[in-house]
């Protein structure tokens, strides 16, 4: 179907009153029965496509984990988590002065910013750099033997300085000590404090040493030699530098509702339990019947969401998003190496629910709907052409159900209606297939791309863009495919 | 056009079979009695054509049908396990004459007539709709007849008016006068189309032929013991 027009409908009752202007005789018997025909409207929506249904949203709230799916959903587009809301009221004397107010959501959010354990050992402050939730680089000052947590979405860790000092200004350096004999072999080490200890090197093996000097006595098949320097590690030596700092992370971030700030614990106020800060849930208990939610342009490069409650409106700028995990497989089961979205805000959708592992919160969605209006009516498509194909699927089944059940005299209308329905139906799925002008045109370049592709191939070793690359790679890429 | 009056249509049949004299064998009644047996076989016939509907004549109005609120049990809609409300015609419904789908009703309606209720059988077709998925779509009104009344799902009308060809006198259910109420029933009007009356009196007269033997005019004027 054309996107680049609004698509128009009408109510079902409108539509069976329309044949009941052409069947006046069936109708004046009562013989066209609503509840016969409404799912051969549901049918007839459902042949022509996802190309007629509604493209809706709304803001549903997470509770228990959970959040109730509008009745009217059909197909997820894609879900967003959405934190703190701006609320624009206007002040009551003076019309034209307004009052912002920056309201958290009431839910301790998960975010995808890890929470990093830093810990510092060493005896003296450490200073680094990470980059923080939102992108910034900041610095980092470590007190020695601290232990810090830190929302931040990278943490540079310092190694240790290399360093052949030793106690008493003593010179050395790390030792490598091969031992190729099938014997373990004895080897005598002179450490940086005058300590001269003989070390039993096993056989066939190779062990470092960060000593002031290494000897081999003996005359076997054993190598011993200086391979670099030796690092501190507090009171230690040791051959390989370490990190100066522990870092680890195990955990996201939640956002703090109260000051809108990455934080890894979380946070007290979560709002299942609080009172409602917004007054909209005494408003109406059924968010998405009467809630007007729609997105709009931020007069920059973002799109923020509006939610119209009843004597406020909200603006929702930050989001997070959901990645939908299929019903099917349970958290429980879920391979963690096939899922590369291995995210805290995952959701999926199961007995009319989406559930979170959050909590509580709020959640954005984009969702095809059923066709149906505000007031819960069944819709159809309001077109000249497929107005006919609904029509006579309707005359059909009327007729159809007579003869069924037993009127004389209907072979022949009901041949003649059935003929007239297939041919409205070929037209009407004809054009609810019809693609968008701008697919159409896409599709005319690709076509025209292979084509040319096709008709330069023989000689593209030769000339064009590939011309120079190898034989094998051309083969590789397919470009002599015909 | 004025409805025919069953004194009319006897005074017809009686003129025709020479019974105008006091007669023992034929009275008014039996009379009558033939006439609505023939009159309720054509008007089904005609009403299987589709054709009875187009005279508005025939069909008489009951313009003000209480309503009163009853469970469903006496609704006879057990099955339904819905928040469902019932209300009923306060009195019983006049007889309505048959005709080839079931009584023939022309229209039930709303007060100002803008809603129309659907008449359904029985309420057991509303049970099997009322447990579809897709009922929710029905924005149609529905109705039954049950023990002579007639039942409203889910409406809160304080009333309803019906229009529909009747077999009796349906005064009392009017706001009719005293004296319109107490009218005999040979004063009272019959709701059968004009045209019929031709068809309908000869297939009388041959089932009275077979009573009776029709005298000559003169000669057996003063002889026939039937007078």
Redesign the interface.
């Known amino acids: 179907m054309v996107t680049n027009t609004e698509l128009r409908y009408r109510t079902l009752d409108e539509l069976v009153d329309s044949i009941r202007i052409d069947l006046k005789a069936f109708s004046s018997d009562g013989n066209i029965e609503i509840q016969e025909l409404i799912k051969i409207v549901q049918a007839c929506n459902y042949e022509l496509g996802l190309g007629i249904t509604q493209t809706k949203e709304t803001i549903l709230e997470i509770e228990h984990n959970r959040a109730k799916l509008p009745n009217d959903f059909r197909f997820l587009n894609f879900a967003l988590l959405c934190h703190q809301y701006r609320v624009v009221q206007p002040t009551p004397n003076s019309g034209n002065m307004t009052v912002e107010h920056i309201i958290p959501v009431p839910s301790p959010n998960l975010t995808t910013c890890p929470c990093w354990t830093v810990v510092n050992t060493q005896q003296q402050e450490v200073q680094t750099k990470y980059i923080d939730c939102s992108g910034m680089l900041q610095g980092l000052t470590v007190p020695a033997g601290a232990t810090i947590k830190l929302c931040a979405a990278s943490i540079e860790n310092i190694t240790q300085q290399g360093s052949s000092q030793g106690s008493g200004s003593t010179v050395g350096s790390c030792t490598t000590v091969v031992n190729n004999e099938p014997t373990p072999q004895e080897v005598i080490v002179t450490y940086f404090d005058g300590t001269i200890s003989q070390v039993i090197v096993d056989p066939n093996s190779t062990t470092c040493y960060c000593a002031q000097s290494v000897s081999y006595p003996g005359a076997g098949d054993v190598t011993v030699s200086a391979v670099g320097e030796c690092y501190s590690n507090t009171d230690t030596w040791c051959c390989s530098p370490s990190n100066i700092l522990d870092i680890s992370t195990s955990s996201f971030c939640y956002n703090d509702p109260e000051t809108a700030t990455f934080t890894c614990d979380i946070p007290q106020n979560c709002g299942c339990n609080t009172p409602a800060i917004n007054s909209c849930d005494v408003v109406n208990a059924d968010p998405w019947h009467q809630n007007k939610v729609y997105t709009i342009c931020d007069n920059t490069i973002g799109i923020k969401v509006m939610q119209i409650c009843s004597n406020e409106c909200r603006e929702y700028e930050y989001f997070s998003p959901v990645y939908m995990t299929p019903c099917r497989y349970a958290s429980a089961f879920m391979n963690p190496e096939r899922n590369s979205m291995n995210a805290p805000n995952q959701a999926m959708l199961k007995d009319g629910f989406m559930q979170f592992a959050i909590n509580c919160g709020t959640v954005y969605i984009n969702y095809q709907g059923l066709l149906e209006d505000d007031e819960g009516n069944l819709l159809v498509l309001d077109h000249p052409r497929i107005n006919l194909y609904y029509e006579w699927a309707l005359k059909k089944t009327v007729i159809e159900n007579l003869y069924i059940n037993g009127e004389p005299d209907l072979e022949r209308r009901l041949q003649y209606v059935t003929t007239e329905y297939q041919k409205a139906k070929i037209a009407a799925i004809t054009i609810a297939n019809t693609p968008d002008l701008r697919v159409m045109k896409e599709t005319m370049q690709m076509i025209r791309r292979n084509s040319a592709q096709r008709f330069s191939a023989p000689v593209s070793r030769f000339y064009g863009r590939f011309a120079g690359l190898s034989f094998v790679d051309r083969w590789a890429n397919g470009r002599y495919a015909e | 056009m004025s409805a025919t009056l069953i004194s009319t249509v006897i005074s017809r049949i009686r003129n025709l079979v020479k019974g105008t004299t006091q007669d023992s064998f034929l009275t008014d009644y039996e009379l009558y009695l033939l006439f609505k047996k023939y009159a309720a076989l054509s008007m089904k016939r005609l009403d299987e054509k ?1 054709k009875l ?1 187009k005279f508005s004549s025939v069909f008489e109005t009951l313009d003000y049908v209480e309503l009163e609120e009853v469970d469903k049990v006496e609704a006879d809609c057990i099955g339904i396990r819905s928040y469902s409300t019932f209300r009923r015609t306060k009195d019983t419904m006049p007889m309505f004459t048959e005709g080839y ?1 079931g009584p023939m009703v022309n229209s039930i309606t709303s007060l100002d007539g803008s809603s129309i209720c ?2 359904v059988r029985n309420s057991d077709i509303y049970n099997y ?1 009322v447990k ?1 998925k ?7 009104k529905y109705c039954w007849f049950l023990n002579d009344r007639l039942y409203f799902p889910n409406v809160d009308w304080p009333a309803v008016r019906i229009e529909g060809i009747f077999e009796e006198d349906i005064s009392k259910w009017k706001c009719a006068s005293y004296e319109d109420r107490c009218k005999p029933r040979q004063q009272q009007s019959i709701n059968v189309p004009d045209f019929l009356m031709a068809e309908i009196e000869s297939q009388v007269l041959r089932d009275l032929g077979i009573q009776l033997q029709l005298p000559q005019d003169i000669a057996q004027n003063n002889q026939n013991q039937l007078r």
């Not at chain 2, 897709?134 to 149609?140: E, H, K, M």
């Open positions: 589709g509907l789908l659907q008449l709709m579809q897709n009922f929710r779509y029905n924005t149609t």
